[in-house]
């Protein structure tokens, strides 16, 4: 049956919208058919992309509420795909909470994997000022959805090394916190986006990500020189073996 994979983080900015890129073309490069699902409200980022399939999704007449019967539309989505397909779901911060309550009520991921899917939620921690608020994101999904596997996002692209302060000792990384240790089983696999310098790697990156261009498309532009090319045809080998790594 298909893969599903969710993205929920109630922290906006922290590169939800840049993992779905990556997963779509991390599948697609594996051969798999895949499906995009941009349920956000404010920043439909996701379904900028053209170069594979995203579809908008409306859960609400509010961009805080979930309405079952706009709900409905996405799960009659999820059960029509076809065997062996990709499907990746990004979430809005705006709904992050609203969308946790809703499928704890419904049940509904429990009745997607009870039908044969696999599926699996996908959380990003950033470091920096962001740090502990994506900790708490991260915290409210295990708590609400505790049968289902996490895939946590080590995301330092933008915000740095993801370190938290600890008077009188070393800091602490996020596999020395007290939520890892406590939840290690939970966890399906962690990715680490390593820092880069944001003059060159970092700025190569905002440019493809703000143009909503994949790596390929990149690569194949003319709006980058000779050495931005290379640095994201290096950038995208090391990505693409951190996710096989991870098993996704």
Known sequence: MALINITLQGKGGVGKSFIN???MQYYLKRGFEV???DTDPVNQTF???KA???KSIQLGEREDEINPRFFDDLIEDLVALPENAVANIDNGSSTFLPLLSYLLESQVLTMLRDAGHDVRLHCVIVGGQALEDTMRGLAEVLVHLPDIPVVVWLNEYVYGRILRARPGSEPEGFEQSALYKKNKVRFYSLV???AVRQSTYGHDIAQMTQSHLTFDEAVASDQFKIMAKQRLKTTWTALYGVM???ML
């Open 192 to 194: 680490h986006l390593p």
């Open 35 to 37: 499906q995009g699902f």
């Open 52 to 54: 594979f399939p995203v």
């Open 47 to 49: 379904a900028g992309y």
């Open 244 to 246: 096989e790594e991870a």
């Open 21 to 23: 890129s990556l997963l």
